[in-house]
């Protein structure tokens, strides 16, 4: 008669806890669902490169931009085009460009640092307003983008490493590997005249990343664009150009078809009232023809740890604190997904499977530009990036957590949960106060790990423009070109991060765990 009654209540709490579960994702897609029978907004095919002729500016009334506010998407580390200086100020060309156009025309711009290829899906998506990243004008890209009056021309080059004499010119790289960056001219260039000259092509995301594989041997050479090599030769990155500039395309602000005429209109005018007054040639003549002295008279390792502290404390702080908010939440979801594995229920154990699968079952990487670039696109809001970061590493640790949580209950011997029951304790009081303390502390050493794993993980949010660890120390070698020094200092401070907050952890495993 006792089990016959605890089954009883053990069904309602399951057929309870179901209806609640229900009604959530009832209120979830219904949300969803409401949102998708508004217009979608356009989604834009993923251009393949940089390179292409001219477009013209497109046709669109001009109207009062004043005292508005628009977020311009923009790459990561371009220099001379965007890049951060020692302050970690977003400066270069089309920063320069981009804001002198604003404070002519009087609207402001807030600027996000994305990446090249980041920038597109946020245009596409609408987390942006407009795109201002040394994009080539193409005929593909005009399909799904307005361009404005081309502000730069631009070509290609080749560079060698410093110390190479043997590679002269194209003839020079049959059967050897060069590099460029991810669709780029210089990607589009090369791969051009691979078949001819027999070489292979590998893309990368980052010129500093591309410079550093020519000088380690591991590419022949690289090819990009031919103000970015000068740029970069002038700040001792440790290459030498070996060919004359190619012609190339030309560089265009960028908004979704058919959408913000007004912006377009407004840079189109601001851009002609720069070329007017010489404010446009002295943007040029100040990143090409006398560039910036950003390589700093002490070439040692302590000033560079000095400089870049700043900026590094900085994503420090916001790896840390993106990581315990994601790991809170992670284990309040774990927790209740984990007790739905165990449940007598098949519906709960499935809704809980589903998740786990969901989550565990596809990349990080994926589910961050999902919640960043494909959410927005469904529910036709922005999202905020914290928010996309945080539903990302805590969704995706939560999967982990919830079969440690189950693993732990399952670990207890079920002798323990027997044995309160037939002292008169109710399920739930029997769990509660016999089962769980006791597979919390089975839990604890694979918590703490996954703590220490969730803290890794936020360094795949730079892929977003989230202002981590990792990316503060892109944005810092993108412009000194001193990689190894500058990852050997990123990679100290993740280790003291991670080992003081191991430290802590079990601190607090021994203090409520003896």
Do not use: C
């Amino acid at each position: 008669m006792q089990r016959l009654s605890t089954a009883r209540r053990t069904q309602r709490g399951s057929v309870a806890a179901l209806g609640v579960l229900l009604t959530i994702l009832a209120m979830f897609f219904g949300a969803s669902g409401a949102a998708a029978l508004s217009p979608a907004p356009h989604v834009a095919a993923q251009p393949a490169d940089r390179s292409g002729a001219v477009a013209p500016a497109p046709v669109a009334a001009p109207s009062d931009v004043a005292g508005k506010t628009f977020t311009i998407g923009t790459d990561t580390t371009f220099a001379p085009f965007e890049f951060r200086d020692s302050s970690g100020e977003l400066v270069g060309i089309d920063m320069d460009i981009i804001r002198a156009v604003a404070k002519s025309q009087g609207f402001t711009v807030e600027v996000k640092s994305l990446g090249f290829a980041a920038a597109l899906q946020a245009l596409s998506s609408k987390q942006v307003d407009g795109v201002i990243a040394a994009m080539s004008i193409t005929d593909e890209r005009k399909k799904v983008y307005d361009f404005s009056d081309p502000y730069f021309d631009s070509g290609v080059q080749m560079a060698v490493a410093k110390s190479n004499t043997d590679i002269k010119g194209y003839a020079d790289l049959k059967g050897k590997t060069v590099t460029a960056k991810t669709g780029s001219e210089g990607e589009t260039f090369a791969q051009s005249i691979a078949g001819k000259y027999g070489f292979t092509v590998k893309p990368l995301d980052q010129s500093a990343t591309m410079y550093e594989l020519v000088k380690s041997g591991n590419a022949a050479a690289v090819f990009d664009d031919y103000p970015v090599l000068a740029y970069g030769v002038s700040q001792n990155n440790g290459l030498k150009t070996v060919t004359e500039k190619e012609a190339g395309g030309s560089y265009g602000f960028a908004v979704n078809k058919g959408q913000n005429a007004e912006l377009m209109a407004a840079f189109n005018k601001g851009l002609a009232e720069l070329k007017s007054n010489g404010q446009y040639q002295a943007i040029l003549d100040k990143y090409l023809k006398s560039p910036q002295d950003t390589v700093s008279a002490d070439s040692s390792f302590w000033s560079l740890l000095v400089s870049s502290m700043p900026a590094l404390l900085k994503g420090l702080q916001n790896t840390v604190v993106v990581t315990l908010i994601s790991f809170a939440f992670a284990m309040l979801l774990g927790l209740l997904f984990g007790f739905l594995k165990v449940s007598h229920n098949i519906v709960l154990r499935g809704i809980a499977t589903t998740f786990v699968n969901i989550f565990r079952g596809t990349p990080l990487l994926v589910q961050a530009f999902f919640f960043y670039f494909g959410l927005p696109q469904i529910i036709g809001q922005p999202v905020n990036i914290w928010v996309a970061g945080v539903l990302t590493l805590s969704l995706n640790s939560a999967a982990y957590v919830t079969e440690i949580v189950r693993g732990g209950i399952q670990s207890v011997d079920p002798g323990q949960l027997e044995a309160s029951r037939s002292l008169g304790l109710g399920y739930g009081t029997s769990m509660r106060r016999v089962v769980v303390p006791q597979a919390f502390k089975i839990m604890t050493p694979s918590l703490i790990n996954q703590l220490v794993i969730l803290l890794k993980d936020s360094s795949l949010l730079l892929a977003i423009g989230f202002a981590e660890l990792l990316y503060q120390g892109q944005q810092i070698y993108s412009n000194n070109f001193r990689i190894s020094e500058t990852l050997l200092i990123v990679a100290a401070m993740y280790f003291i991060g991670i080992m003081i907050l191991t430290k802590l952890s079990n601190i607090v495993d021994k203090r409520f765990n003896k």
